[in-house]
């Protein structure tokens, strides 16, 4: 069985729901107290083994790229100054075996036609989908979770947590077969259902692993929701011939997308800093 070692993260969008913050900024490099968004999400996919880190990127994200070079003038003058500590927070030594790629999407067409962009890279070997946007915490991170049980299946899986009712119109949701050892297998997907139409409350999140013959279903494929590529509709495709399993991870997710999950995340990382936590929560206190 192939291993996991590549992940692709789209990162073209424009961030339009942070403007006028994300003008110049891509939305990806917002910072969580003091790591950027996207920091997150690679540290996540190169702790559970992931190689070779896969940027879907555009003309504007050139701020990306540069975060995840080296800056080596930075690194002479804080070491001269005596801040030599700050290098390694400027360049993890857990990046220094991984591979950062980048691809260029010249035209936004949805995360199907983003990760299409990928595909001349990825041989006939699974790899992972990894949406910065949603911020996961937890003791063991939500791609280790995913892929055990991608080695115990060899099956594409796919990264789900329970919404609340008010939600699900959001979201993908799958519609649920449970296994007697408890595990989950995909018997279908529906996109932004009404809550009567919703055969569950198991939304999708930012987190795939997937088999190369996701590629089969993209090449081609007409345009869905929004007049885009959508990567659900290829995966409802493939489960036609094939099985797909869902993880129910067990962490917290905060849809940095938005502006109130954002704000949520930023609130709840400051409480778990030992040297943010009593100035955060005493602040808290005055204001509710």
């Known amino acids: 069985m192939s291993q996991v070692k590549k992940a692709i993260f789209p990162v073209a969008g424009l961030g339009t729901r942070f403007l006028p913050a994300t003008k110049a900024i891509p939305k990806e490099m917002l910072p969580i107290i003091d790591k950027p968004l996207v920091q997150y999400a690679v540290e996540e996919a190169i702790n559970a083994g992931i190689e070779e880190i896969i940027f879907v990127t555009s003309h504007t994200k050139r701020a990306i790229e540069d975060h995840f070079d080296n800056n080596f003038e930075l690194e002479e003058k804080l070491n001269k100054s005596g801040k030599g500590s700050y290098v390694e927070k400027i360049n993890p030594k857990s990046f220094e075996n991984a591979k950062f790629t980048y691809v260029r999407q010249k035209q936004q067409k949805g995360l199907g036609h983003a990760v299409l962009q990928a595909k001349?890279?990825?041989?006939?070997?699974p790899f992972a989908v990894i949406l910065a946007d949603d911020l996961i915490i937890s003791?063991?991170?939500?791609?280790?979770?995913?892929?055990?049980?991608?080695?115990?299946?060899?099956s594409s899986v796919i990264g789900v947590n329970r919404v609340l009712d008010e939600e699900v119109s959001s979201y993908g949701v799958i519609d649920p077969i449970y296994n007697t050892d408890g595990s989950i297998q995909i018997k279908n997907v529906i996109e932004k259902p009404s809550l009567e139409d919703a055969p569950s409350n198991l939304a999708i999140v930012g987190r795939?692993?997937?088999?190369?013959?996701?590629?089969?279903?993209?090449?081609?494929q007409f345009p869905g929701a929004g007049n885009e590529i959508q990567l659900t509709d290829a995966i409802m495709s493939m489960l036609k011939n094939q099985q797909i399993s869902a993880c129910e991870y067990e962490g917290e997710h905060f849809d940095c997308g938005s502006k109130a999950g954002y704000v949520n995340a930023t609130i709840s990382l400051a409480l778990k800093d030992k040297l943010l936590s009593n100035s955060v929560l005493n602040f808290i206190k005055t204001k509710v």
């Open 139 to 154: 003791d063991k991170s939500c791609i280790e979770q995913m892929l055990c049980i991608y080695k115990s299946t060899h």
């Open 208 to 220: 795939y692993i997937l088999n190369s013959d996701i590629f089969n279903h993209l090449d081609g």
């Open 120 to 125: 001349h890279l990825i041989n006939n070997e």
